[in-house]
T-cell receptor
Framework: DVKVTQSSRYLVKRTGEKVFLECVQD?????MFWYRQDPGLGLRLIYF???????EKGDIPEGYSVSREKKERFSLILESASTNQTSMYLC????????????FGDGTRLSIL | QKEVEQNSGPLSVPEGAIASLNCTYS??????FFWYRQYSGKSPELIMF????GDKEDGRFTAQLNKASQYVSLLIRDSQPSDSATYLC??????????FGSGTRLQVQP
């Protein structure tokens, strides 16, 4: 079974802080993704990575950055947290291209006060 | 127009009935189609995926794809109260990431 592990289930931070969300997968997947999920807006792609040190912007990258120094680990960084970044953050991974599904971690519910 | 559209529901069906969940997509170049189930407060879990026109069955679940009509559906036979969840339709349109619909909330009444 694919295992995608997110470092925290719940996180509370203050406005202006730099926030790191970590994600690790154990299936040697090439692709890793960060989404946020908000009521009424569904899942929206923030960034994804298809190889070590490679990244591409998703649909809502503003205010975020990412890092992928090792194949199994993909980090999401909120450079200066703001209240509108309060959300559920979901990490996912998938193998290669084609018809491969994405597998999700348990999510991090982040509150910015 | 949203890229992937689903009726938000709730769709309410009695226990034992067939639940039919529908999804339309706008990009004719879409290649793969996925159904995820998400319980409240939990992350999405993959139910099944389909990429060829027609039906694909897995236990009580059947996915149906009609590329000409840009339509994909999920049928759940013998619905159980434990099937009550939000069902997300997701589409791969060429980039590696999926585009998700907003989900349909299903309620199975005992």
């Amino acid at each position: 079974d694919v295992k995608v592990t997110q470092s925290s289930r719940y996180l509370v931070k203050r406005t202006g802080e730099k926030v790191f969300l970590e994600c690790v997968q154990d299936m040697d997947h090439e692709n890793m993704f960060w989404y946020r999920q908000d009521p009424g807006l569904g899942l929206r792609l923030i960034y994804f990575s298809y190889d070590v040190k490679m990244k591409e912007k998703g649909d809502i990258p503003e205010g975020y950055s990412v890092s992928r120094e090792k194949k199994e680990r993909f980090s999401l960084i909120l450079e200066s947290a703001s209240t509108n970044q309060t959300s559920m953050y979901l990490c996912a991974s998938s193998a290669g291209q084609g018809h491969q599904p994405q597998h999700f971690g348990d999510g991090t519910r982040l509150s910015i006060l | 127009q949203k890229e992937v559209e689903q009726n938000s529901g709730p769709l309410s069906v009695p226990e034992g009935a067939i639940a039919s969940l529908n999804c339309t997509y706008s990009d004719r170049g879409s290649q793969s189609f996925f159904w995820y189930r998400q319980y409240s407060g939990k992350s999405p879990e993959l139910i099944m995926f389909i990429y060829s026109n027609g039906d694909k069955e897995d236990g009580r679940f059947t996915a149906q794809l009609n590329k000409a009509s840009q339509y994909v559906s999920l049928l759940i036979r013998d619905s159980q109260p434990s099937d009550s969840a939000t069902y997300l339709c997701a589409v791969r349109t060429g980039r590696r990431a999926l585009t998700f619909g907003s989900g349909t909330r299903l309620q199975v009444q005992p």
